[in-house]
């Protein structure tokens, strides 16, 4: 019976040191250990239960309590893990993501800018800020000469607010080429502005 006690104290001992977050390493150390005692300590057990038929009866009888225990503990462990995996890869996914946001912003700063700057183009023509607009959407260009919707939108200011045709043509000839491989409804919108005024 003293036998069962350490045990029952070496499985106490055991659960108090499996936690969510800890090292996956050393926890399935822990548990490897822990089971190796735990046979251990139930293979001393099983010795001192031969002497008599009556301890041998007792003997399994504890054991097979014992071993109830240890599948009730492991599948306990089980579930644990499985939550507590789920839990890490979910948020290791989420810091990936967030990560690689990060690096496209890093790696492409340019393109960030333009992108600011043609928000701030859009917005100062939506009031009726029109040289503003256009001072915008022409540092947008030098940040992404390819972005060819900043393109149309300076051609439109050209055309229909400054009057300027023949910048206005020049920038709508610049969103065709750079729109062609990508919409051609832009380059078919480009080419009407073009060829409508």
């Known amino acids: 019976m003293s036998t069962a006690l350490s045990i029952t104290e070496q499985r106490n001992d055991y659960y108090s040191n499996i936690k969510l977050g800890n090292d996956l390493n050393k926890q399935t150390q822990m548990i490897k250990n822990s089971t190796q005692q735990l046979l251990k300590a139930q293979s001393i057990a099983a010795n001192e239960?031969?002497?008599?038929?009556?301890?041998?009866?007792?003997?399994?009888?504890?054991?097979?309590?014992?071993?109830?225990?240890?599948?009730?503990?492991?599948q306990g462990l089980k579930a644990a893990f499985e939550f507590g995996i789920s839990e890490v890869v979910w948020q290791i996914e989420q810091n990936r993501e967030v990560l690689k946001n990060i690096?496209?912003?890093?790696?492409?700063?340019?393109?960030?800018?333009?992108?600011?700057?043609?928000?701030?183009?859009?917005?100062?023509?939506?009031?009726?800020?029109?040289?503003?607009?256009?001072?915008?959407?022409?540092?947008?260009?030098?940040?992404?000469?390819?972005?060819f919707s900043v393109l149309i939108s300076i051609g439109i200011i050209y055309l229909f607010r400054k009057k300027d045709k023949s910048k206005a043509l020049e920038y709508f000839e610049k969103a065709i080429k750079y729109s062609k491989p990508k919409s051609s409804y832009h380059t078919s919108f480009c080419s009407s502005s073009c060829c409508g005024h």
Request: cysteine-free; overall charge negative; aromatic content about 8%.
């Open 49 to 74: 239960i031969v002497s008599s038929q009556n301890r041998i009866r007792e003997g399994v009888d504890i054991l097979s309590y014992q071993l109830g225990d240890v599948n009730n503990g492991m």
């Open 103 to 147: 690096l496209e912003v890093l790696l492409a700063p340019l393109d960030t800018q333009a992108k600011e700057l043609r928000k701030r183009a859009e917005e100062a023509y939506s009031n009726g800020w029109i040289d503003e607009a256009l001072d915008d959407f022409l540092k947008s260009e030098n940040k992404n000469k390819y972005d």
